[in-house]
């Protein structure tokens, strides 16, 4: 039965196989690969639902990278955007900026801006938690050169005398 298979397969290719009468026809499961990713079918043998596959795969990849790259636009824009505004001493504002750039991701240094904005609106306690955390995170995040935020980090323990993490 495997033989007149393989006979039915070899003679509806566009390429014709002459196998000589004295060779033997390799039984067909000892062959079979069971992992379909290294399975090569013939180009003129895919079907519409595999064409249709591999084309919403390139869209879903293509539509998934635009949205990764429209989320990081949007993290460096609201932390730019708060830096500069907690750099000009309107922190309100700078918070609520910040807090949209963690809402698309938070990472060390958006905690770190996030917990420098806190001092400036005298809410020590979620300075010291925003700034522990940015360090739990990165250990190597920046320290910003404003010496009243280095000299709190390095009264309630965050910080040695080398800016360093020291807990």
Do not use: H
Not at 90 to 110: F, G, M, P
Not at 126 to 153: G, H, T
Request: hydrophobic share 40%; charged share 20%; with cysteine.
């Amino acid at each position: 039965m495997a033989g007149l298979f393989l006979f039915t397969i070899a003679c509806s290719s566009t390429n014709t196989t002459t196998i000589p009468p004295d060779e033997s026809i390799p039984d067909l499961e000892e062959n079979t690969v069971s992992d379909p990713e290294t399975q090569t079918v013939p180009s003129d043998t895919v079907s519409p639902e595999d064409k249709r596959r591999e084309e919403l795969t390139t869209l879903y990849k293509e539509e998934l990278n635009d949205q990764y790259q429209a989320d990081a636009n949007g993290l460096i824009n609201f932390y730019i955007l708060a830096q500069q505004r907690f750099f000009s001493g309107n922190y309100q504002n700078a918070l609520i900026l910040i807090n949209r750039a963690a809402a698309i991701k938070e990472n060390a240094d958006v905690l770190a801006l996030k917990g420098s904005i806190y001092l400036g609106l005298g809410q020590t306690d979620n300075f010291l938690a925003n700034w522990r955390q940015a360090l739990e995170m990165d250990p190597e995040v920046p320290i910003p050169s404003i010496p009243y935020v280095v000299q709190q980090l390095q009264l309630n323990g965050l910080l040695d005398e080398n800016l360093q993490k020291a807990f």
